[in-house]
C-alpha cells in the first residue's frame, strides 16, 4: 500500500473526513463523488489499484491520484490518497489507519465506488474470477464497513439518543451538529444490477446490497445511516459507440448518466438533508429500464 497526502493549511472549523475508495480515474464515478464532497465541505480520503485499471481496455491513468488530489485541495479539503489491493483481507484496517492518521481524526462517510468487473457469464466464468470479484465487491466491502462501524463514535460533542420514547437522530454536517442525541454515520455503497454477461460482477455486487442494508440496522445504534445507489449506466469510458447508442435510446431523458449526476445523490445523502434516508436501495438512472 502506498499513500500520497495534501494538507492545505487548515482554516475555519474542522471538515468531516469522507473514505471513498474506488478513485482511481478522473473520469470516473468515484473521483465526481470526491469533487462534490470536497466541494461542499468535506475533506476526502481516497483509495485507488493501479493495476487493476492496467488490466482494463481503458488502461492507467498515469498521474491520476496526484491530479485528483489537487482539484480536491483547490477546493479546500486536505486529501489522503491511498492506493491499496482489496483483494487482501488486511486492507480496510491499513486504509482507515492511514486515512485517520494523515487527516488528524475520524472517517465520517464510507463511500464504497470501487469495483472489480470483468465481462463473463454462467459458462465461461472461472473459478479464479468469480472468487476475485466476490474478494473485492463484497468481501473488502464487508470488511470496510465494519472497519467503520468499529470505529465510529460520533462526531465531537454529539452522542446517540437511546432513551426510551425517543427517536434516534443521525444528522451529518460538514459543520457537525452538537445537539444531543444527533451523530453524523453515513454509509453509501454503488452497486449495479448488471448480470447477464456479467456474472461474477452482477452476482457479487448483490450481495454488497445486502450487506450495506444490514448496516442500515445493525449500525443504527451508532447513529448510522447506510444505503445503495444504483447510478445506471454512466460512460467512464468503458462503452462502445453501439453500446452507447443503445442505452440512450432505452433511457427516458434521453442521455447517459454522468458521474456528477451520481455525485448529487450521494453528496445528498452524506448532507444534514439526508438524514431521514436509510436502509433504501436507490436508482439515479434517468428512468432506464434495468
Known amino acids: 500500500m502506498t499513500n500520497t497526502e495534501q494538507r492545505p493549511p487548515a482554516s475555519g472549523p474542522a471538515r468531516p473526513i469522507a473514505l471513498i475508495t474506488g478513485v482511481g480515474r ?3 464515478i468515484g473521483a465526481g463523488i470526491a469533487r462534490r464532497l470536497a466541494a461542499t465541505g468535506w475533506d476526502v480520503a481516497f483509495t485507488y489499484w493501479t493495476p487493476y485499471d492496467r488490466r482494463m481496455e481503458w488502461g492507467a491513468e498515469p498521474g491520476a491520484a496526484a491530479s485528483i488530489e489537487k482539484e480536491l485541495a483547490e477546493a479546500g479539503a486536505r486529501t ?33 465506488s470501487h469495483a472489480e468487473s470483468v465481462d463473463s457469464g454462467l459458462l465461461d466464468t472461472t473459478v479464479e474470477a468469480f472468487d476475485r470479484h466476490f474478494a ?10 465494519r472497519e467503520y462501524g468499529l470505529r465510529f463514535r460520533g462526531a465531537p460533542g454529539t452522542t446517540k439518543d437511546t432513551t426510551p420514547g425517543t427517536t434516534p437522530g443521525t444528522t451529518p454536517s460538514p459543520t457537525p451538529d452538537t445537539t444531543p442525541g444527533t451523530a453524523t454515520g453515513r454509509i453509501v455503497a454503488l452497486t449495479s444490477d448488471h448480470t447477464v454477461g456479467n456474472l461474477p460482477y452482477g452476482a457479487s455486487k448483490g450481495a454488497l446490497d445486502r450487506i450495506t442494508l444490514a448496516a442500515a440496522h445493525e449500525l443504527a445504534h451508532l447513529g448510522v445511516t447506510a444505503n445503495v445507489v444504483n447510478p445506471g449506466p454512466v460512460d467512464t469510458g468503458w462503452m462502445n459507440d ?21 455525485a448529487h445523490l450521494v453528496g445528498f445523502l452524506c448532507s444534514p438533508e439526508g438524514q431521514w434516508v436509510n436502509g433504501q436501495l436507490l436508482k439515479s438512472n434517468g428512468g432506464a429500464a434495468s
Open 136 to 145: 473485492v465487491n463484497s468481501r473488502a466491502s464487508w470488511l470496510l464497513i
Open 26 to 28: 478522473s473520469i470516473g
Open 80 to 112: 489522503a490518497a491511498i492506493e491499496a489491493d482489496l483483494t487482501d483481507p488486511d486492507a480496510p484496517t491499513r486504509i482507515f489507519d492511514e486515512a485517520e492518521q494523515r487527516l488528524g481524526g475520524q472517517v465520517t462517510a464510507l463511500v464504497l
Open 242 to 262: 453501439e453500446l452507447r447508442e443503445t442505452l440512450v435510446r432505452g433511457t427516458p431523458l434521453g442521455r447517459l448518466g454522468t458521474p456528477l449526476d451520481t
